[in-house]
């Protein structure tokens, strides 16, 4: 997390149109530790159980945002670039919808970096692409 944040500083001190939540990790023991709740949140997977199966994520934004909308999907846009830059350029593994959460005001925060720090399930690092590119699906409105 602190290389997370000093990115984010990197970010604000360039004045880039990028957003990083950080929060605190106080660690424990060798093993343990105790992460900063993030309230106001759900993870993207959570989200998708509740809406209806074929609304889209723009369609949430334009539902739940209504007139903050386009404050909302700009909040998105600056803190997926953001990630995506992160996530690549420290090789995190391990991304999916469970481990994204989606803030109150639209902003996206990754969680759970289990796979940088060497856990993994049965200590093996299956994955081997450097960058993942899943299937979009377009949905004209």
């Known amino acids: 997390m602190q290389l997370i944040k ?38 993207i997977d959570g989200l998708k159980k509740l809406l209806p199966q074929d609304w889209s994520l723009n369609k949430f934004y334009q539902n739940y945002f209504k007139e903050g909308y386009e404050n909302a999907r700009m909040k998105f846009v600056e803190s997926l670039a953001g990630y995506c830059l992160v996530t690549y350029i420290l090789q995190i593994k391990d991304r999916h919808n469970g481990n994204i959460l989606i803030q109150n005001d639209g902003q996206i925060i990754h969680i759970d970096y289990g796979f940088i720090l060497g856990t993994s399930p049965g200590n093996m690092n299956f994955e081997n692409a450097p960058f993942k590119f899943t299937q979009v699906r377009l949905i004209i409105q």
């Open 6 to 43: 000093r990115m984010d500083d990197i970010f604000c001190d360039a004045n880039l149109p990028i957003r990083l939540k950080t929060y605190e990790i106080v660690i424990t023991s060798s093993s343990s530790g105790i992460v900063e709740f993030l309230p106001n949140t759900v993870s």
